[in-house]
């Protein structure tokens, strides 16, 4: 079934469009809802030198599209994050006298014909842009070198940006790609560490437009063009908005400000929703010691502190590069060598940005994963099963629109094990609701909890969520903070409250015995495994 080669291969390999065009009016970078930045930007830098190699102006496009986002589940909280950034972007690209153009357009299948139509109108002899991995994506560009192909005015290049090593790069000796992660990494690293890799050189920043393009009788126009406020269908309420937006800033700046946290500042407890990344009194620390990342091996699963470098709504909207976080990693724990170990905080933390290439390159090389979708029960969604450390987590979701890492594995076990509810209805809520939503990580991280897929957790490992809760949540400070009917809850109760307790402060009681719903689980994966 896999004989046929994947579709980002084609794209990859068609370099497609026209070969040789003759010279137009402008080289268009197409940038999409994954590659949110200027800096470090492979599509960008490319288009950038084209359009100095032609002595034309570089034009930047972004195609916003409802009927994608309804059709991959967006969250309203992405597609806000995004106008943000859009926002930022359109002000930097300004200073460069590059202009953007934001163009809303609905019916989904033709927008290859429609970004072509544009492209000739403004008479362009290329465009750019970063590929983007999931089926409709691959299907939508190569639609788009298809049409220019036969207009033959048009030459179209893709280009691999998102992933550390992309896709197709790591492959066993049989030229396959990997479905377990160790190995996967086992292969991935070496690739990474060879003194002529060139996987985490910086792309150059474009140059600048000639300041007579704002004068351009087309081009001159676009500068005025402004990001929409919000995408019909996406909308926000204020209170929302505002409450996503001050934990989430928009920005460049904001997301190399988040990774410095990260790399020079310590993790404080009880910080659950860290309102401003460098809030007063964040002092710099030593980074190979006393810092989130120096520390990251033994406190990343802690649920009680803020241990975790909260890149990833940045880094799924690709506001920052994953090679700049390795490059900046390595860089401050004084290290001239790729670290993938087990034994330090940045060779950890470089291996959970290696689970993010794994699962982008299972979705690339296998897509059939991706498929599938319904409800999850609502007590879940609400946060209300029951289980302290669940609900925290899923309150979490709502509130932040982001969860830490054992909160996302906890609650999505405790849905699919203990629940026995589909993990794809898992799968879809989370793309909901956070701000992070990656198809790939997303996943990923469901189907090892449903024991299902590539690389699953064994069918009968089962968190515990109230051992689960001891261990990352020992004092119970994020579950009070989360779920705030239990603040006044002192010592071990508040992992599992006795019930008389619970219903005097109106907390519902557990939907299923965690025990009894083990036992069914395992039994019922066994029994899929025999027939
Ligand atoms: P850190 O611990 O600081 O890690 C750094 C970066 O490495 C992350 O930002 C992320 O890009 C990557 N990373 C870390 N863990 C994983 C992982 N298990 N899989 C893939 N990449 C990883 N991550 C998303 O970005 N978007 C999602 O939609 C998403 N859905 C998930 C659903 C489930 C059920 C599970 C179990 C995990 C999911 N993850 C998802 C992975 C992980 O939970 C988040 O990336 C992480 O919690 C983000 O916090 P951080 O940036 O502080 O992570």
């Not at 599992?496 to 009681?509: I, T, V």
């Amino acid at each position: 079934a896999d004989a046929a080669p994947p579709l980002f291969q084609l794209l990859d390999a068609m370099h497609a469009g026209v070969k040789n065009p003759a010279k137009g009016d402008c080289v268009v970078y197409w940038m999409r809802l994954e590659d949110m930045r200027i800096k470090d930007n492979r599509a960008l830098a490319q288009a950038s030198a084209q359009a100095q190699k032609d002595g034309i102006p570089l034009v930047v496009l972004f195609v916003l599209s409802p009927q994608d986002y309804i059709a991959h589940d967006r969250s309203a909280r992405r597609i806000d994050f995004t106008l943000r950034n859009l926002r930022c972007i359109k002000d930097d690209l300004d200073k460069l006298d590059i202009p953007l153009y934001t163009a809303t357009h609905t019916p989904r299948k033709q927008i290859p014909s429609f970004v072509h139509d544009l492209l000739l109108q403004w008479n362009a002899s290329h465009v750019f842009g970063n590929i983007e991995y999931e089926v409709d994506e691959l299907r939508r560009d190569l639609a788009l070198c298809q049409i220019a192909k036969k207009h033959g005015k048009i030459a179209c290049t893709f280009v691999h940006d998102k992933c550390i090593v992309p896709p197709g790069d790591v492959r066993t000796k049989d030229g396959r790609g990997y479905t377990v992660y160790s190995p996967f990494l086992r292969a991935w690293a070496p690739i990474l560490d060879k003194t002529s890799s060139r996987h985490l050189d910086e792309a150059p920043l474009p140059a600048a437009n000639d300041h007579s393009v704002r004068k351009h009788a087309t081009f001159g126009k676009l500068f005025n063009a402004q990001v929409p406020s919000e995408v019909e269908g996406f909308s926000l309420d204020p209170e929302e908005r505002e409450r996503i937006s001050t934990f989430w800033h928009a920005g460049e700046a904001a997301a190399h400000e988040m990774l410095y946290r990260f790399l020079n500042t310590a993790a404080r407890p009880s910080q659950f929703g860290a309102v401003d990344p460098l809030t007063k009194g964040a002092k710099e620390v030593d980074p190979t010691k006393q810092s989130r990342l120096g520390k990251y091996k033994d406190a990343r699963d802690l649920m009680d502190a803020d241990t975790t470098s909260r890149i990833s709504p940045y880094l799924a909207a690709g506001v920052i590069s994953a090679r700049a976080c390795v490059r900046e990693a390595l860089k401050a724990s004084g290290k001239k060598k790729l670290d993938v170990s087990r034994d330090t905080g940045v060779g950890r933390w470089i291996q959970e940005l290696a689970w993010r290439d794994f699962y982008t390159h299972i979705v690339a090389l296998f897509p059939r994963v991706s498929m599938g979708a319904a409800l999850p029960g609502e007590a879940w969604k609400d946060g209300r099963t029951g289980v302290p450390i669940v609900d925290a987590a899923m309150r979490q979701a709502r509130t932040m629109g982001w969860m830490h890492n054992r909160a996302r594995m906890i609650a999505a076990m405790y849905l699919v094990k203990d629940l026995m509810i589909d993990w794809r209805l898992g799968e879809k809520y989370f793309m909901e609701t956070l701000i992070d939503g990656d198809l790939a990580s997303n996943n990923g991280g469901w189907q090892w909890s449903a024991s299902t897929g590539v690389d699953p957790a064994p069918y009968f490992r089962i968190f515990n969520p109230y051992t689960q809760s001891q261990k990352t949540d020992p004092e119970g400070e994020y579950i009070r903070h989360f779920v705030p009917e239990l603040a006044k809850v002192r010592g071990k109760d508040i992992h599992q409250p006795p019930l008389h307790l619970a219903d005097k402060l109106g907390y519902p009681e557990p939907l299923v015995n965690h025990n009894e719903a083990r036992q069914r689980a395992i039994h019922r994966y066994k029994n899929i495994g025999t027939k």
